[in-house]
């Protein structure tokens, strides 16, 4: 069964900094892997989205995210942090019936 | 285009207690799904239909949980005698033939 991982659980980073959110993933086969945000008391937004292709994916509001095989990771990227960015980030990966498993998400806060 | 709806957004309830929750998922999408997301956690896929037919149940608490989606269009998750361990938000997320998930903000549930 397929399953993702995301390691940190925290991160704080000040505005106008670089962040990278780290992912990685458990799929037999090639994955389609995913990015989702959610901002306090909504949803998930989808930020982007890997279909086998170019490793490096670009989504909304600045982010982007690199596939690498050979390490199992879909690393998230931004590099400047805005406050708006104050969210919780959730890594999945797509198995049979288009069903995401989901990571435990990375709360990123943000300094002034 | 509007997105997915889901009502009622808080629900706080003794145990013991019944509630249903209501998603309306974005017009012409047949894939409708139910995640539970307890706090700080990943969602986690409860059921999923394709149109009305229920193509995967297998991680719904069968005893106290069910969920319908007579026409293929609305659906009802319902909860029957809630635990305190039923705490948690559920999202629905709809999709067009199996192409990317689009959640709704999600109903909030805390079970005294």
């Known amino acids: 069964a397929q399953s993702v991982t995301q390691p940190d659980a925290r991160v704080t980073v000040s505005e106008g900094a670089s962040l990278q959110l780290r992912c990685k993933y458990s799929?037999?086969?090639?994955?389609?892997l995913f990015w989702y945000v959610q901002y306090p008391r909504q949803g998930l937004q989808l930020l982007l989205k890997y279909y086998p292709g170019d490793p490096v994916v670009q989504g909304v509001n600045g982010f982007e995210a690199e596939f690498s095989k050979s390490n199992s990771s879909f690393h998230l990227r931004k590099a400047s942090v805005h406050w708006s960015d104050w969210a919780v980030y959730f890594c999945?990966?797509?198995?049979?019936?288009?069903?995401?498993?989901f990571g435990i998400g990375t709360r990123v806060l943000v300094r002034p | 285009e509007a997105g997915v709806t889901q009502s009622p957004r808080y629900a706080v309830l003794q145990e013991g207690q019944a509630v249903s929750f209501w998603c309306d998922p974005i017009?012409?999408?047949?894939?409708l799904y139910w995640y539970q997301q307890p706090r700080d956690q990943g969602p986690q896929l409860l059921v999923y239909f394709r149109d009305e037919a229920v193509i995967d149940n297998s991680q719904l608490p069968s005893d106290r949980f069910s969920a319908v989606r007579p026409k293929g269009t609305n659906s009802t998750l319902k909860i029957q005698s809630a635990k305190q361990g039923d705490t948690a938000t559920y999202l629905c997320a709809s999709s067009r033939s199996g192409n990317t998930l689009y959640f709704g903000e999600g109903s909030r549930l805390i079970v005294v």
């Open positions: 799929y037999f086969g090639t994955p389609y």
């Open positions: 999945a990966v797509r198995g049979a019936g288009n069903k995401l498993t």
């Open positions: 017009s012409g999408h047949d894939t």
